[in-house]
């Protein structure tokens, strides 16, 4: 047996294990990456660590203690009353509201991690207050960032575009970002009738909890009062954003940094923030991705891409590049693995049988769409940043959502962009 089947033979039994034992996957997969990387593919210690993904570490633990800091002080209540007051109270409206706020920041230039760090906080945590399924909230906003993602001045557009015109490909810059528009509002409508949104009140009601902190708070701190710990975290979120988009900087270093300077003037928020970052998740998140840079480094990706381009039928292996596409974007980075797959569909593509324009926009649609999965970024961000939910539970709830995206979409974008462009 290759290296190649053995090391994926042992993610399926990380995930069996992990599934049915009530393990820390993420823990798991360090005991995995350690094993297979030492002992099959012979990889030193600092190979092996070489794949630990230390900018989501960052990212993960910064824009969640920032969040919880925001949550302490009562700026993320703050916020969720004035969206509320922004569309008239009508409930029904925030998630939708959050899927064009996504958009529209990845569309003008924002990685989607960094839209979804940005959105993701606020949008779960009125999700929390007005029982909206948090599944709902987590999957408009990836679905809004992602539907963004690829207009010609996006982050994802400009690189895949430029992949086809280095590989000498034709090309469509508004029939990519159509595709991935149109496909992430067809899913986020879905989504939002299948979670509830038809049953979300139209105007604001208020919850338990809501007549509880009225009680609780009416004669001195209500959740409208703009106290000076609000006001200073309101100027942080700004200045995360400002830093962000305007100025490329960091959103795992930059969050982490404005909590250190609020946690200074207000040291218990910011001793209660530390200990609600949600630690299990970054160890689930990072052990996962640890174990897919060994499989990458060991070349069991471009192995998988190499059998899928040898096959002699263009339209199976255009479908089957797709799934490979979603499968491993669901674990690791989406750039990257278009940037890897385009280039193995081009000896097929040249061959003429198959549209150019249609294979990279299935390719680029299934490889982005499946991003609501835990074990990526902007998943992993969803989940980090839910309160008051059973984080097991709501896993699940993501990993079972990711496992339909990615067995369902390929084969749909498949059959109405790759299919109708044969030769």
Request: hydrophobic content about 55%.
């Amino acid at each position: 047996m290759s290296d190649e089947l053995i090391s994926i033979l042992v993610l399926v039994v990380v995930f069996v294990i992990a599934t049915t034992r009530s393990i820390n996957m993420g823990a798991l997969s360090f005991a995995a990456a350690f094993g297979v990387g030492e002992l099959v593919a012979d990889f030193s210690a600092d190979h092996i660590f070489a794949g630990f993904p230390g900018d989501l570490f960052v990212v993960l633990v910064g824009v969640t203690y920032l969040f919880a800091l925001a949550r302490s002080n009562g700026t993320t209540d703050w916020l969720v009353h004035a969206s509320i007051r922004l569309v008239g109270g009508r409930v029904a409206l925030i998630p939708w509201v959050m899927f064009a706020v996504s958009g529209a920041l990845t569309a003008i230039g924002a990685v989607s991690p960094a839209a979804v760090a940005i959105v993701a906080p606020l949008a779960l945590s009125f999700a929390a207050r007005y029982r909206i399924s948090p599944l709902l909230m987590g999957a408009m906003v990836v679905h809004g960032s992602q539907g963004g993602g690829f207009s010609p001045i996006s982050i994802y557009g400009s690189i895949v575009n430029g992949i086809v015109d280095r590989e000498k490909l034709p090309g469509n810059e508004i029939t990519l970002f159509l595709a991935s528009l149109v496909v992430n509002l067809i899913i986020a409508a879905v989504v939002f009738v299948v979670c509830g949104g038809l049953k979300l009140p139209r105007t604001a009601v208020a919850t338990d909890q809501e007549r509880e902190d009225g009680a609780e708070e009416a004669p001195a701190d209500p959740a409208g009062r703009l106290t000076p710990a609000r006001i200073a975290t309101l100027a942080a979120l700004a200045a995360l954003v400002v830093a962000v988009l305007a100025f490329d900087l960091d959103a795992g270093l930059t969050s982490i940094s404005l909590a250190v300077a609020l946690s200074v003037f207000w040291p218990d928020h910011g001793k209660k923030a530390v200990n609600e970052v949600t630690w299990p998740t970054v160890l689930l998140i990072c052990g996962v991705l640890t174990y897919v840079g060994v499989l990458d480094e060991m070349g069991t990706i471009d192995y998988a891409g190499r059998a899928v381009s040898d096959i002699g039928i263009p339209l199976l292996a255009a479908l089957l590049l797709c799934y490979i596409g979603a499968i491993v974007s669901a674990f690791a980075s989406s750039v990257g693995i278009m940037g890897a797959l385009i280039p193995l569909a081009v000896p097929f593509l040249a061959q003429g049988d198959i549209g150019a324009v249609g294979m990279i926009a299935a390719l680029a649609v299934s490889a982005t769409v499946v991003d609501i999965s835990p074990f990526s970024t902007n998943g992993a961000l969803v989940l980090a940043n839910a309160p008051d939910v059973d984080r097991d539970r709501f896993f699940r709830q993501l990993m079972i959502y990711g496992g339909i995206m990615v067995v369902a979409v390929p084969p749909v974008v498949w059959l109405a962009m790759v299919v109708p462009g044969l030769g």
